[in-house]
């Protein structure tokens, strides 16, 4: 079975400061990994995944991933954060086939201080 | 492209009565749908799989006969939550996968608010 610890349930950063939202998953087979953003009041949206090549992914919007199998981390980045990033951040992690169910971490919500 | 939706975005029921949900796959086919409930401040826990033409699998703890879930079509999931009581009320989110054509990723809908008085 698949699991997904996001070690902090908040992190307040000011404006334009360096962020880095922890993910560690567990898995006896391979996996893909993803993150997803849920703004207030709003279902999820897929910021960026991992499913095979580069280890480094990045979104639109200039968050970065990268996956360390041997540290079994997935933790994402942004080297600078705007009012908009505020928001609940959800890393998962699903087996590495079609169609498999995805598991979530508990989540962390991210807080812009301006 | 991929986009899911959801019907209606809020309810509010009295106990006792039964509400259905609906999520539509709006431009693709969707082999398979999820649906996940998410309490405040929590993430999302994943109720259950369904297959078109097929029974749902139900994650453990998951009553079957209070959650119904039905997989009509391609496009269509509908989940029906019966004798609804205020324990009840949660966020209820799905999402759908085109399967092999873009393998294992899922795109959800804007959710589903549920309030039982």
């Known amino acids: 079975a698949q699991s997904v610890t996001q070690l902090d349930s908040q992190v307040p950063v000011f404006e334009e400061a360096p962020v880095e939202l922890r993910c560690n998953y567990s898995?006896?087979?391979?996996?893909?990994l993803f993150w997803y953003v849920q703004y207030p009041n709003q279902g999820l949206q897929l910021l960026l995944k991992?499913?095979?090549?580069?280890?480094l992914v990045e979104s639109i919007n200039g968050f970065e991933a990268e996956f360390n199998k041997s540290q079994t981390s997935f933790h994402l980045r942004k080297p600078s954060v705007h009012i908009s990033d505020t928001a609940e951040y959800f890393c998962?992690?699903?087996?590495?086939?079609?169609?498999?169910?995805?598991?979530f971490g508990s989540g962390t919500r991210l807080s812009i201080r301006p | 492209g991929a986009v899911v939706s959801q019907h209606p975005s809020r309810v509010i029921c009295k106990s006792g009565t039964s509400v259905k949900i609906e999520c539509r796959s709006l431009?693709?086919?969707?082999?398979?749908m999820f649906w996940y409930r998410q309490f405040p401040k929590q993430s999302l826990m994943l109720m259950a799989t369904?297959?078109?033409?097929?029974?749902?699998?139900?994650e453990q703890g998951v009553e079957k006969d209070k959650f119904l879930i039905n997989h009509a079509s391609l496009t269509l999931s509908t989940l029906t939550v019966t004798s609804a009581h205020p324990e009840d009320s949660s966020f209820y989110i799905c999402?759908?996968?085109?399967?092999?054509?873009?393998?294992?990723?899922?795109?959800f809908g804007p959710g589903t608010r549920l309030t039982v008085l």
């Open positions: 991992y499913l095979s090549g580069s280890t």
């Open positions: 369904s297959n078109e033409g097929s029974k749902a699998t139900y």
């Open positions: 998962a992690v699903s087996r590495d086939s079609s169609a498999s169910k995805i598991i």
């Open positions: 999402s759908a996968t085109p399967g092999l054509a873009i393998p294992n990723e899922q795109f």
């Open positions: 431009d693709f086919q969707a082999t398979t």
């Open positions: 898995s006896s087979v391979s996996v893909y």
